[in-house]
């Protein structure tokens, strides 16, 4: 049988990770520039998937859309931008399942089986989360990895405010990635072992059926009398 506080720490668990996936979505802070060289090193150009910012000594923020919204941009950010979209969306999909399937919630209560594989697609759904917030990170991870890499076969002098390092919006990324998985996997676990109710409930009523043929001899056996239908009846 479903487990429900096993569905209910895997629920929270995934929420958790789903929060961190929409925190590393709008981090305007995917990649930033490396400021070794530089002559002030304390202005930071920070790039995320939706705003690319610069930072100030001061403290203050300068930020400022891309010029398209999906068409023309690199391909990197393109995919960051659309898988990020699926996780959010699979995470949304995911906690509306839940609401219906989750043991301790009066929805579909009639029907154990369906209530139980309602809760399976929620745990899949934020495996889906899971693993869509997981490619948008690694895919934009491993195009500055690329850059950096090309950019340091030429001397710092000559590629001052060019290459660029890994932002903390990757790393929430990677982290919202393995709290969802987790989650997810958590809350199958706990969603699975409710495959037949109808064979429980049947083998219920045999065994009543049973009971009552039991008490039914037995009063026989005691020597109760037993009601003789009229003949008269029939005619």
């Not at 987790?182 to 009971?211: F, M, N, Q, T, W």
């Amino acid at each position: 049988m479903a487990n429900g506080s096993i569905q209910l720490v895997g629920l929270l668990v995934a929420c958790a990770g789903g929060l961190c996936t929409l925190i590393a979505t709008f981090l305007p802070d995917w990649r930033k520039n490396d400021p070794t060289g530089e002559v002030l090193e304390a202005i930071i150009r920070h790039q995320g998937i939706w705003i690319k910012c610069i930072s100030y000594p001061t403290g203050t923020w300068q930020c400022d859309d891309y010029d398209t919204f999906f068409i023309g941009l690199p391909t990197s950010l393109q995919i960051a931008r659309g898988m990020s979209i699926v996780a959010n969306v699979l995470g949304f999909f995911g906690f509306l399942f839940s609401i219906f399937g989750l043991q301790c919630t009066r929805c579909i209560e009639g029907n154990p089986l369906a209530k139980s594989r309602v809760a399976m697609g929620a745990g899949a759904c934020f495996v889906g989360s899971a693993a869509a917030i997981g490619v948008a990170a690694s895919v934009f991870s491993h195009d500055i990895l690329t850059e950096y890499n090309r950019f340091s076969a030429f001397s710092i002098s000559e590629t001052v405010g060019q290459r660029y390092i890994f932002g903390a919006a990757l790393f929430v990324g990677w982290t919202a990635m393995a709290i969802t998985l987790l989650g997810g996997l958590v809350l199958i676990c706990g969603s699975c072992g409710e495959s037949h109710p109808v064979s429980k409930y049947r083998d219920s009523g045999v065994r009543r059926v049973a009971s009552i043929g039991r008490s039914v001899s037995m009063s026989f056996r005691r020597g109760r009398p037993v009601k003789q239908q009229d003949r008269g009846e029939y005619v």
